[in-house]
Structures are given as C-alpha cells and as structure tokens.
Nanobody
Framework: QVQLVESGGGMVQAGGSLRLSCAASGSTFGSYTMGWFRQSSGKERDFIARISGSGGTTLYTDSVKGRFAITRDNAKNTVYLQMNSLKPEDTAVYYC???????????????????WGQGTLVAVSS
C-alpha cells in the first residue's frame, strides 16, 4: 500500500501560482495512477486531475483545464500539481490520491481509491 504526503499549500493572491507536491512511499509508485482532489468548506470532495503511471495520459475536470497541470517524476516518487491563474473559488483543501486503475469510476466519486494523503490547504484571496 502506498502512503502519500502532500506539501506546497499556502496563501496566494488571485492570479498567482502555487505548485503542490505529493510524495509517495513504496517501490511501486509507477504502477499507480495519481490524482488530485479538492474539498471546499461544506462541500463534497471533487476530482481535479489524474495522471497515468507512465505519465502519458492526463485527465482534468473542466474548471481547471488550461490553468492547472499535473505531472509526475517516477524517479522521485512524486506527483505535482502546478496551479496558475488562481481564483478565490480555488480555495480548498487539496488531496492527493492513488489508485491502480486510471479509468476506475472511483475517481468520479472520490471513494474507494487505494490511498489518500492528509491534505494541504490552498487559500486564494481576491
């Protein structure tokens, strides 16, 4: 079982950028699809982006396309989320997740994935 630790959250003004990192333990990192979710206060956890084990396939929710980019470095067991042109509505706790399946429906419902990180807070001021 992979274990995940996020970092890189913080406060930023609207229009700014942040890069989140998620470090994974274990020697099978490359066999996992990695993804990011976010959860705003009082709302459900929503899917943002995911990337296949090889890094060759990426999928995004519409609201972040063109602003966010997910990448991974399998040599460092780390997945990244570069967030540009941040908006106040991007404020949320961001979670890293891992699953062996790229196309599992669990990515849509934010349940049943193999592993979750503890979350990192991103706050965007107007």
């Amino acid at each position: 079982q992979v274990q995940l630790v996020e970092s890189g959250g913080g406060m930023v003004q609207a229009g700014g950028s942040l890069r989140l990192s998620c470090a994974a333990s274990g020697s099978t990192f490359g066999s996992y699809t990695m993804g990011w979710f976010r959860q705003s206060s009082g709302k459900e956890r929503d899917f943002i982006a995911r990337i296949s084990g090889s890094g060759g396939t990426t999928l995004y929710t519409d609201s972040v396309k063109g602003r966010f980019a997910i990448t991974r470095d399998n040599a460092k067991n780390t997945v990244y989320l570069q967030m540009n042109s941040l908006k106040p509505e991007d404020t949320a706790v961001y979670y890293c997740a891992a699953d062996r399946s790229l196309y599992s429906p669990t990515w849509s419902i934010a349940r049943g994935l193999d592993a979750w990180g503890q979350g990192t807070l991103v706050a965007v001021s107007s």
